[in-house]
């Protein structure tokens, strides 16, 4: 399994958008990316899933280049209720499931 | 649709008794689910990954003995922390695939705390 590298934290203001960076250098051709949303005692929630180039749905988007050696999540917008930390996972995908590692994650603080 | 539901919520146990821990998929069949431990301000650990009908796989350095996952069907698996100890305590928190589903994302429970006395 691919190990990640994540910042351990970042701060920004309401409204702001903000793009939180992974590395995945050892990615294997089969692996997928994905990235998953924590709040305190509560389980991750999944926010975006890409293979390569751009993916985006209605909470984020997610650019991936074409080395796939890093991820960008990018949060439009962000609001108070967006602090929490971003899982940035790397896995196979194998019957139906993506087996992953959990990596340090980013605290992201929003500011009023 | 796709939630994951987990009881006990929160658990307090003495030490050397055993607990049990369910995992439910509420609203889809789940062949695979996975049974994770988080420390506080930790990041998750996979512990196993639990198959229907099979024996769960589990990660090295996690105790099969200590930790005994029960997938007996589809939509509900158990972990059994046996003779728990104080630094058993932690977040254990399980997911579930749901095959065929959108971005073959993992649907995590919402995590049950144990705190050993």
């Known amino acids: 399994l691919a190990k990640t590298t994540q910042p351990i934290s970042m701060d920004s203001y309401e409204g702001q958008e903000v793009n939180i960076t992974c590395s995945h250098n050892?990615?294997?051709?089969?692996?997928?990316i994905t990235w998953y949303q924590q709040f305190p005692s509560q389980g991750p929630r999944f926010i975006i899933q890409?293979?390569?180039t751009k993916v985006t749905n209605e909470v984020a988007s997610l650019f991936i280049p074409a080395d796939r050696k890093s991820s960008t999540l990018s949060l439009p917008r962000v609001s108070l209720s967006d602090t929490a930390v971003y899982y940035c996972?790397?896995?196979?995908?194998?019957?139906?499931?993506?087996?992953?590692?959990f990596g340090t994650g980013t605290k992201l603080q929003v500011i009023p | 649709g796709a939630v994951v539901s987990q009881h006990p919520s929160r658990v307090i146990c003495k030490s050397g008794t055993s607990v049990k821990i369910e995992c439910r998929s509420l609203?889809?069949?789940?062949?695979?689910m996975f049974w994770y431990r988080q420390f506080p301000k930790k990041s998750l650990m996979l512990m196993a990954t639990s198959n229907e009908g099979s024996k769960a796989t589990y990660e090295q350095g996690v105790e099969k003995d200590k930790f005994l996952i029960n997938h007996a069907s589809l939509t509900l698996s158990t972990l059994t922390v046996t003779s728990a100890h104080p630094e058993d305590s932690s977040f254990y928190i399980c997911s579930a695939g749901r095959l065929a589903g959108v971005d073959n994302e993992q649907f995590f429970g919402p995590g049950t705390r144990l705190t050993v006395l």
């Open positions: 890409g293979y390569k």
């Open positions: 609203d889809f069949q789940a062949t695979t």
């Open positions: 050892n990615i294997a051709t089969n692996d997928y």
């Open positions: 996972l790397v896995g196979e995908i194998s019957g139906g499931y993506q087996k992953v590692t």
